[in-house]
Nanobody
Framework: EAQLVESGGGLVQAGGSLRLSCAAS????????IGWFRQAPGKEREGVSC????????YYGDSVKGRFTISSDNAKNTVYLQMDSLKPEDTAVYYC?????????????????WGQGTQVTVSS
């Protein structure tokens, strides 16, 4: 059974950093792209970043470019999201998701597996 487990969320002051982890199991990790999404109360789910675990190709949403870094450790079946210079507007539940990689970064509807999410709260 495919499973994604996020960890690393918490409470941090504005300007601080957090590193989220997404541990995957139950599927062939290096055949998938892993994406990070976030959802704040009353808002739609937003794509944050994505990585192809086989090619290392990455994508960042405009609101996080230059502040967040995604990486993959294929030996550990884990994707990380390093979040620096955090802002109060980064406050949300962060989810990771997996989509079978078909040579391009996936659209939202192509993600097959989702984690349960981890809360990130940035205080001002």
């Amino acid at each position: 059974e495919a499973q994604l487990v996020e960890s690393g969320g918490g409470l941090v002051q504005a300007g601080g950093s957090l590193r989220l982890s997404c541990a995957a199991s139950g599927f062939t990790f290096d055949r998938y792209a892993i994406g990070w999404f976030r959802q704040a109360p009353g808002k739609e789910r937003e794509g944050v970043s994505c990585i192809s675990t086989s090619r290392g190709t990455t994508y960042y949403g405009d609101s996080v470019k230059g502040r967040f870094t995604i990486s993959s450790d294929n030996a550990k079946n884990t994707v990380y999201l390093q979040m620096d210079s955090l802002k109060p507007e980064d406050t949300a539940v962060y989810y990771c998701a997996a989509a079978y990689f078909v040579g391009r970064l996936p659209t939202y509807y192509e993600y097959d597996y989702w984690g349960q999410g981890t809360q990130v709260t940035v205080s001002s």
